[in-house]
């Protein structure tokens, strides 16, 4: 719904799933996560209701964490990866 203010269910999932970066779409009307980087999925976690995503968040949670070898980063000479959250609005300069 538009307009819809999500701030007491967002309270929540942070509280519950701090490393997590976690908003609703009010575009899309799905809620959508960010994995922390130890539990890297390689893709955005994205549910129709809060019930699915707290379904998801958990069963991401209960896997072990990925391994990666941080000397094979430095090896090919690439940065390390930083992700950053970031949040913009459509037409937001950010973009």
């Known amino acids: 719904?538009?307009?819809?203010?999500?701030s007491t269910e967002l309270s929540f999932l942070v509280g519950r799933y701090p490393q997590w970066?976690?908003?609703?779409?009010?575009?899309?009307?799905?809620w959508w996560?960010?994995?922390?980087?130890?539990?890297?999925?390689g893709d955005f976690?994205?549910?129709?209701?809060l019930p699915r995503l707290i379904a998801h968040i958990e069963e991401i949670?209960?896997?072990?964490?990925?391994?990666?070898?941080?000397?094979?980063?430095l090896r090919l000479?690439?940065?390390p990866v930083r992700r950053v959250p970031l949040a913009t609005r459509p037409g937001d300069p950010a973009r």
């Open 33 to 41: 996560a960010l994995p922390p980087r130890e539990r890297d999925i």
């Open 61 to 73: 949670q209960s896997e072990l964490p990925a391994y990666r070898d941080p000397s094979s980063i």
């Open 21 to 30: 970066t976690i908003w609703y779409g009010t575009a899309t009307g799905s």
């Open 1 to 6: 719904m538009a307009g819809e203010d999500h």
């Open 77 to 79: 000479g690439a940065p």
């Open 45 to 49: 976690v994205e549910a129709a209701d």
